[in-house]
Structure formats: C-alpha cells, structure tokens
C-alpha cells in the first residue's frame, strides 16, 4: 500500500471514533432528555408505558439530524487537533501533504453522511413525525387502551365510570367494583360488586364486565321506582365508546410532507392558496440548506481544530459547536419569517449559508495558505487576555483574616 493510502487510512480511523462517539452521545442526551418528560406525559394520560418507547424511536430520525453535523465536526476538528498537538500534522506538511490533500478523507465522511441526513430530513423524519402525532392522538382519545387508575373514578367515554379498590394478577381480577353507566333517554344502570372482570365478544365494539357479588341499580323514566337486582354473576355489556380517526398525513404541518411533495407544493403549482405556497417553500429551503451545509464542516472544522503555536486551547471545540448550533437556530427562525411572509423563503435561508460560507473559506484560506495564520487567533488573544486579567483580579481580593483567640 503507497504511504498515502496509509495516511489516509490512520486520518479515517482517527475521525471515526470521536464522530460516532460524538453522534451516539448527542442522540442519548437528547433522547434521556425527552424521556423522563414523555413518561410523565404517557402516565398522565392513562396509557400503557410501552408506547414511550414507540414515542422515542419516532424522535429519533429528528435527533440524528442535527446530531449527524455535529458529530461529523467534532470528528474532523478532534482528529486534527490529535495531529496538531502531537506534530504529526507538521510532519505530513513537512513531507509535501497538504491541508487541500487532507481533506481527501474528511469528504469521504461527509458526502455519505450528507446523502443520509438528506433521506432523513428528507422522508424519515416526515414519516416518524406524523408517527409521533398519531400516537399523540391515540393517547388522547383512549386508542391505545387507557389504564383504570386504583381507587379513583375513571371516566371511560362520555357515558361511563367505573372505579375499584385493588387490581391483581396484571388487571386480570378487579376487586370492590362500583360503575355506573348512562345508556341514554334517561337510563342509567349502576352497580357495585366483590369482584370482576373484562370479556371480549363476537363484536368488536362491545366487551362484556362480569360481576360477581354484587348489586345492581337500573332507573328509567319508564319505572316508577328504581329497579334493584341482588346477583351472584351478572354480565353487563359495555359498548366501546367510538374513537375518532386521526388526520391524513400532511393535511396540516408541513413537516410530514416528503421532499418531493414540499417541491410540488412550492413550486410545482400544487399549492391551494399563498401561505401553503410559501410554508412549502421555507421547510423545502431549510431542509435543502442544512443538507448542503455538512459540505462545509470539513473546512469549518479544520479551520477550528489547530490551535496556535505551543497552546493546547480548546477554543475551537467550544466556536465550532457555537457555529453550528446557532446556525441552525437562525435556519429555525428564517425558515418561520419565511412561511409568515415576511420575506423570501430562499432568500431567508440561503443569505446566511452564504454569508456563512464565505466566512469559512476565509478562515480556512486563513490557515492553508498563508504562513502561521490563524483564522481564530484573535479570539485566542482576547480570551487569553481575559483569562489572565479573570486569575490576576481573583488573586488580589484581600482574604479575610482569622480572628484571633485571647489568652
């Protein structure tokens, strides 16, 4: 293997670990982040702790978006930090390789990975979004079976509520019943028993609550008196209250809608009326230009990761995630004047990608072709300085003397 094929090899397995190491610890903070809040949100809504995990997976495909730049620029900028701070980066340019020769590899990361993040942001994470709103709904609606809290009244429908002392054997055997139930025209049945259980029926629409033990109470304008009954076994049907459907995909956010359909929308003529136009157009623009945006980490990161002369400063880290996140805080914000109207969608998202563009290759003109530049050295300085003056004021505070003890 020729000594650049080499290189190029120890520069690949250099980038990987802290770029995936980086991805999966973005991914499992945010993903914890939200987890204790969607527990809290499932409980509270009576439904069955299994769907957190259906709730997470659909967040995921969101997570990686913005977790796939940042991982990719902290590999490169760790990877040639490593280089930079053991000299090994001034021996490969001692040797004729330069930084445009270098940045060989960091591309072949970040064209795949763009490629990835653009079928992510593109339709996987449509998809799961819609996802995740269905089964918002269901959770509000009862779809997903709500869970009968012990020893409160629940409201099951509009026409029934049942409450009991204890659950045993995984909610199989219910203990102290009381449920009343409105059938309408001025029925109403109640009854109170030891013990019960849920049935399934030939309909599905209908389960069957056997009592037994118990009493039960049936009024109706039809009876002169209440109607009691005193039953060992009794089986009380109880129809499903019905549970309205959730919407189509698509039919009002924007973020469910594919790529393609976003450009059909946009600017395809498909559009019903001028702000579906232009929602279009901003999510279309925002998601094309954060995409584009993973081709100029590379030299973001590069530009970032060498710090000057005998200095370990980690300042680059620090300005290389302030970049990227703050970038993408100004995409949210254009991307929501956009779809207002407020201005031009691709004006709106792709002045700052130039603007920030432009800024990049300078810095990275900064570093590859001109002798001991340093496109951050200014903000070295200045911290450097602010450092100092922080360390000098600290120590000349006057501390406070003990007092002393009389004799």
């Known amino acids: 293997m020729s000594r650049l094929g080499l290189i190029d090899r120890y520069l690949a397995r250099s980038i990987a670990v802290p770029l995936f190491g980086s991805l999966v610890l973005a991914a499992m903070l945010l993903v914890l982040d939200k987890m204790l809040r969607l527990f809290q949100y499932v409980v509270d809504a009576g439904g069955p702790v299994s769907v957190v995990w259906r709730m997470l997976a659909n967040l995921l495909p969101e997570y990686l978006s913005l977790g796939i730049p940042i991982g990719l620029m902290l590999g490169i900028l760790l990877a040639f930090r490593k280089l930079a701070l053991s000299s090994e980066l001034d021996a490969l340019r001692g040797i004729g390789i330069g930084y445009n020769r270098l940045l060989r590899v960091p591309f072949l990361y970040a064209v795949p990975l763009a490629a990835l993040n653009l079928f992510i942001v593109g339709y996987l994470e449509p998809y799961t979004h819609y996802q995740y709103e269905g089964l918002r709904f269901d959770l509000k609606s009862g779809a997903l079976g709500a869970a009968i809290k012990v020893g409160e009244f629940n409201r099951l429908g509009k026409h029934l ?7 045993e054997h995984k909610g199989t055997q219910l203990q102290g019943i009381f449920i009343q139930m409105d059938r309408g025209k001025g029925e109403s049945v109640a009854a109170t028993a030891e013990r019960g259980r849920f049935l399934s029926t030939d309909d599905a629409d209908v389960i069957l609550f ?32 019905m549970i309205d459907q959730f919407r189509g995909r698509g039919s009002n956010e924007s973020d469910e809608l594919y790529l393609h359909e976003l450009w059909r929308l946009g600017y395809g003529g498909g559009a019903t009326d001028r702000h579906q136009r232009l929602e279009a157009q901003a999510h279309f ?3 094309l230009v954060e ?5 100029m980490l590379p030299f973001l990161a590069i530009a970032l990761a060498i ?9 680059g880290i620090f300005v290389g995630i302030v970049i990227v996140v703050a970038y993408h805080k100004i995409n ?17 998202l792709w002045s700052p990608f130039i603007l920030l563009a432009a800024l990049i290759f300078w810095m990275y003109h900064i570093l590859a072709h001109k002798p ?13 300085k602010s450092a100092k003056y922080v360390r000098k004021t600290a120590n000349a505070v006057p501390r406070p003397r003990a007092a002393s003890t009389p004799a």
């Open 291 to 295: 995409v584009v945006m993973m081709l």
């Open 210 to 241: 056997r009592l037994s033990k118990g009493r039960l109470v049936q009024d109706s304008p039809k009876f002169p008196t209440p109607r009691t009954l005193a039953f060992d076994s009794y089986d009380l049907p109880i129809s499903l209250p």
């Open 332 to 348: 949210q914000y254009a991307e929501a004047a956009g779809a207002r109207g407020h201005i031009d969608p691709a004006v709106a």
């Open 372 to 384: 001991g530049g340093q496109p951050i050295g200014a903000l070295e300085w200045f911290f450097a």
């Open 285 to 287: 623009n925002f998601r």
């Open 307 to 315: 710090p000057p002369k005998r200095s370990s400063s980690g300042l």
């Open 161 to 167: 509520t049942l409450r009991i002392d204890r659950s």
